[in-house]
Nanobody
Framework: QVQLVESGGGLVQPGGSLRLSCAASGFTLNSYSGHWYRQAPGKEREWVASIGVTGSDMYYTDSVEGRFTISRDTAKNMVYLQMNNLKPEDTAVYFC?????????WGQGTQVTVSS
């Protein structure tokens, strides 16, 4: 079965950290660029971060630059999002996406809640 599965979400206090994981099964993630998106209640889904196929190029939306780090492990068929110094405005469902020209896959999302 072809799927992406996110994990690692949860409840964290402001200033805390979480590491999200995205596991691919049924296909090889290595030939896809990896992306994280998030959707807060009542808002549209927004792009958060991207990593290229080789893992040498990463991009971030301005609001998370310097706090979040995207990475990938080709041996494990995984993409990660390390989130530090979390803020209440980071609260959202986070989705993993694997993209290439021939198609893309989405995960089901993992909830991240930042609250004291």
């Amino acid at each position: 079965q072809v799927q992406l599965v996110e994990s690692g979400g949860g409840l964290v206090q402001p200033g805390g950290s979480l590491r999200l994981s995205c596991a691919a099964s049924g296909f090889t993630l290595n030939s896809y660029s990896g992306h994280w998106y998030r959707q807060a209640p009542g808002k549209e889904r927004e792009w958060v971060a991207s990593i290229g196929v080789t893992g040498s190029d990463m991009y971030y939306t301005d609001s998370v630059e310097g706090r979040f780090t995207i990475s990938r492990d080709t041996a494990k068929n995984m993409v990660y999002l390390q989130m530090n110094n979390l803020k209440p405005e980071d609260t959202a469902v986070y989705f993993c996406n694997a993209y290439r020209i021939s198609g893309q896959y989405w995960g089901q999302g993992t909830q991240v809640t930042v609250s004291s």
